[in-house]
């Protein structure tokens, strides 16, 4: 069955820096797009970051210039590099996949077929 396993939360202080990483399996990688979604306490599930199997980006515009989305696709592994981190981004973050040209806008998490158990990443201040 299909997984997507992510890892590298963690506590960090406001300005530092993480590196979230998502591994896929039971599934053809390079035939899926992949996002990064996050959820903070009380509030709704946020679009992060999408990257289509070309490579191919979209950021929310909040995360632009801030946080980095890549693949590996000879890994199965998508990317997400947070940088200036600040304590609003404090949130469990999820990794998504969903098969490509399914014609998706990318920022709602229900268009997407497969979704992970999230990685909690707390910034303090």
């Known amino acids: 069955q299909v997984q997507l396993v992510e890892s590298g939360g963690g506590l960090v202080q406001a300005g530092g820096s993480l590196r979230l990483s998502c591994a896929a399996s039971?599934?053809?990688?390079?035939?899926?797009?992949m996002g990064w979604f996050r959820q903070a306490p009380g509030k709704e599930r946020e679009f992060v970051a999408a990257?289509?199997?070309?490579?191919?980006?979209v950021y929310a515009d909040s995360m632009k210039g801030r946080f980095t989305i890549s693949r590996d696709n000879a890994k199965n592994t998508v990317y997400l590099r947070m940088n200036s981190l600040k304590p609003e981004d404090t949130a469990v973050y999820y990794c998504?996949?969903?098969?490509?040209?399914?014609?998706?806008?990318?920022?709602?998490?229900?268009?997407?077929?497969?979704r992970g158990q999230g990685t909690q990443v707390t910034v303090s201040s």
């Open positions: 998504l996949a969903v098969r490509r040209g399914s014609g998706i806008s990318y920022y709602s998490a229900e268009d997407y077929d497969y």
């Open positions: 990257i289509r199997w070309s490579g191919y980006t």
């Open positions: 039971g599934l053809t990688f390079s035939d899926y797009d």
